[in-house]
C-alpha cells in the first residue's frame, strides 16, 4: 500500500548536448569562491577541464582544485579536501566526474563547517548535518549511481574495511546537475557496463520488497525495459547517442527517490556489493552484478509474487501453463542471459576475492531488513561463496 | 532522440492518509494573509472545510475566502478572486479542491500584482509573468489534473467561447500540495471516472509523438498500466485505498512535466475537448473520452509504429502473426473495451453537443502541430461528428 510519504527534489536537472551552456548562468547564482573536484586525469584528456575552467575564469571565479577523487572515495581523500575547502573559504563545490565525485562532494558539503569527524559522525551514526552546507553542482561524465540528483554519499574507510553510504537530505541534493550524454561516451566499456548494472540494481532494490502492485512497481518496470533496451543497443555501439541519452536518463531517475516513494526497499545487493568492494576495490556496479543472482536465487521463494511479476512485466515472459516458481526462475534466467550479453562479471572471484576473504566479507556485511528475506552470517557466507 | 532540455520540479508533495498534518509547518514559512480558495460546498459536507479553517486559526492566519470557484473557472470568476486578493494584501493562496481551484490559484497568483488583464496577457497573448507572483499551496480533493505539481492554469472565457490553458514556468507550481487519498473518496463516481480518462489521456497526449524508444515512453506505459490496474478496482469500489492512491500518484506523475522530457508532445485531444468544454460546459475528462478514439484512430494510420507499440506495451497483446495496422487497431479496441468498462462516455453528443454546434466548435479548436498529423478544419469536423 502506498502509505504516508513526502517527495521533493529541489534539484534542477539540465539535459543534451548544449546542456554546459547552463552552467555560467547556474554560477552566477553562487559565491566566488569554487572548490572544483574531479577525478583522474580523463577529463583533461577529453578537454572538458579546459572548458570548465574557460567558464570559471569568465565568470571571475576564484578556484581551488581537488583532483584525484577515486572511485571509492577514502576517508583520508575526504579529510584533505575538507582542509582544503576549508583553506579557500569555498562558497560552492562544482563537482565533475561521476558518482564518486558528487558523492565526495556532497560528503565534503557536509563537513567544511562541522567540527565533529565526518566519518564518524556521518557514517557510523548516521547523523544529520546541523551546521552549515555548501552547496554543490554537478557536471556529469559517467551515468549510474543517480548521485546527481539526490542526497547520497558513498564512502570507504580502508581501515576498517568499511563502504558506507549515507543518504542526506534535500538540502544536501546538488543544487543543478549538467547531464551531457557524449561525455560518457569516452568511458571505458567496462565502466559503462558497469555503471548500466548499478542503474539496473538500483531498480532491482526498491522493486524486489514490498508486496503491492503500485504505481512505483509499474514506473520501476518502465525503467528497467528503457534500459535493458538501451543497453544492448550501447553494448554493440557506445557511440550511439540515443542510447546513451536513455541510459543517462534512465540512472537518474532510477535513483531519485521516486521509484521508492510509498513502498519498502531491499538494498541488500548494495550491502554485499560494498563489503565485496571494502575488500577488493573492485568497480561498484561489476560487484553489484557479481553477488546478485546468487542472492536473487537465494530469496526468490519468499518474494515469489513479484519475482513472477518481474518475468512477465520486465522481461515479456508468457506466464501461461506455468507455476509461479518456474516462471519467477524464467524471470532470473532471462535477466542472466542479458547480464551475460552486455559483459557483466558474474562472479566476485573473477574480482578478487578470494575463499579466505569471504568470512571477513561477510562481517563487513550490513543486514538489512526491507527484503523479502532478512539474511543471518551463514546465509550471506552461502551468497558469497555461490558467486566464487 | 532525448534532445536538449532541462527539468526542474520544485514543488514539494505530501501524501497519505496523514498529510494534513504537514499544512501548519508549510504555512508557518509564509505571511499572515491567507487567500483561501475552494470550490462548492463538498469541502464542508466532508468536513475538511472546518479542518483547514482550524489550522489556519490555530497558526493565526489572516484568511480571506473565494469560495464556488466553478469546474472550468470563468474570466469573470477570476477578476472577482484578483479584487479579493488585492483587498486583503494576500501573502499566499492555499487552494483546497480539484484541478479547477489549483488552476484557478495559480491565474489569481499571477494576476494580483500585475496591470495588464489577464485573460488577454497570459491566455491570449500568451505572455510570462514579470511581476510578483504570489506563492500558493494545495490541498487535493480530486485526482486527474497534475495541476498540484506543475505550472499549468485553464480558464474559460464564455464570452468568447474559449477554454485556453498556459503552462506557466517554475516559479508559479505550488510550493506544496497535500494529496491524502481519502478526499477523493467522496467525489461521485461519474467524475471519479473522468478524472480517470483526464490522467489517461495526459500520458497519451506526450505519448503519441516522436519516434524513439525513449525512457519518457517507457516510463508513459508505466503510469498507463498502473493507472488501468488501479481504475478497474476502484470503478469495482470507490473505497479502495490503494486502488485511489494510486491514481492519485499517477495522476501527479502523468503531468508534472517528466514524461514528456526529450520528446515531442500531441495535445490536440485536449483542444478538441476544450473546445466542446467551451460550448457544452461538459466535465473535462469527459469531453476527452468522448473525442479520444474518433480521433485516434483518425491520427492511427500516420504514427503505426507507436500505436502498435501501445498495443504490446500497454495492452499486453501479443503482435505474433499480426501486421502493424492490425496490432495498432487491436490496441486502440483494448483501450475502447476498458472505456466502457470504466463508464466513460463516448460521444460528444451525450455532453449535449449538437450538429449545429459542429463548426463553431471545430473553429474554436487551436490545431497543433506536434502529433502524427496535423490536422485541418474538415478533418476537425470529421472527427467531432464521428463522436456524434
Not at 539540465?14 to 546542456?19: A, L, N, Q, R
Not at 550524454?181 to 559503462?192: S, V
Not at 551475460?340 to 576475492?353: F, P, R, T, W, Y
Request: aromatic letters at 10%; charged letters at 20%; a negative charge.
Amino acid at each position: 500500500m502506498l502509505g504516508n510519504f513526502s517527495y521533493h527534489n529541489p534539484t534542477k536537472l539540465y539535459f543534451g548536448e548544449d546542456s554546459l551552456g547552463n552552467l555560467k548562468t547556474e554560477l552566477s547564482n553562487y559565491g566566488n569562491n569554487i572548490l572544483f573536484v574531479y577525478g583522474g586525469g580523463s577529463i583533461k584528456k577529453s578537454g572538458l577541464y579546459d572548458e570548465i575552467i574557460a567558464i570559471l575564469n569568465d565568470c571571475g571565479k576564484n578556484v581551488a582544485e581537488v583532483s584525484g577523487v577515486m572511485p571509492n572515495p577514502t576517508t583520508e581523500k575526504l579529510y584533505e579536501g575538507i582542509n582544503i575547502a576549508r583553506e579557500h573559504k569555498t562558497d560552492f563545490i562544482l563537482a565533475v566526474g561521476g558518482g564518486s565525485v558528487c558523492d565526495y562532494s556532497k560528503a565534503v558539503s557536509v563537513s567544511i563547517h562541522c567540527d565533529d569527524d565526518p566519518w564518524e559522525k556521518y557514517f557510523i551514526r548516521f547523523e544529520e548535518p546541523i551546521c552549515e552546507i555548501v552547496p554543490v553542482g554537478c557536471v556529469l561524465t559517467m551515468a549510474g549511481t543517480g548521485s546527481e540528483m539526490n542526497g547520497g554519499s558513498v564512502i570507504t574507510n580502508h581501515e576498517a574495511k568499511l563502504k558506507i553510504g549515507h543518504v542526506f537530505g534535500d538540502d544536501v541534493m546538488p543544487k543543478f546537475s549538467i547531464l551531457n550524454p557524449r561525455y560518457t561516451m569516452t568511458l571505458p566499456k567496462y565502466q559503462m557496463c558497469a555503471g548500466i548494472y548499478d542503474i539496473f540494481n538500483h531498480i532491482c532494490e526498491q522493486y524486489f520488497s514490498g508486496e503491492d502492485d503500485n504505481t512505483s512497481d509499474y514506473i520501476s518496470e518502465g525503467l528497467m525495459k528503457s534500459l535493458i533496451h538501451a543497453s544492448r543497443i550501447a553494448v554493440k555501439n557506445p557511440q550511439d547517442y540515443e542510447a546513451r541519452s536513455n541510459i543517462m536518463w534512465t540512472a537518474t531517475w532510477a535513483l531519485n527517490t521516486l521509484v521508492s516513494r510509498g513502498k519498502s526497499e531491499d538494498w541488500m545487493v548494495h550491502m554485499l556489493g560494498q563489503a565485496v568492494g571494502a575488500y577488493t576495490d573492485a568497480t561498484h556496479g561489476m560487484t553489484l552484478a557479481a553477488v546478485s543472482l546468487p542472492y536473487y536465487r537465494y530469496i526468490m521463494p519468499y518474494g515469489l509474487k513479484k519475482f513472477s511479476r518481474f518475468a512477465t512485466g520486465v522481461w515479456g515472459i508468457s506466464a501461461e501453463g506455468k507455476s509461479d516458481e518456474q516462471l519467477a526462475s524464467e524471470g532470473l534466467s532471462a535477466m542472466e542471459s542479458w547480464m551475460k550479453e552486455i559483459g557483466l562479471v558474474m562472479k566476485i572471484s573473477e574480482l578478487g576475492a578470494t575463499e579466505d576473504m569471504i568470512e571477513g566479507i561477510a562481517d563487513a556485511t550490513f543486514i538489512l531488513n526491507g527484503g523479502y528475506k532478512v539474511l543471518d552470517h551463514d546465509e550471506v557466507v552461502q551468497i558469497l561463496k555461490a558467486s566464487m
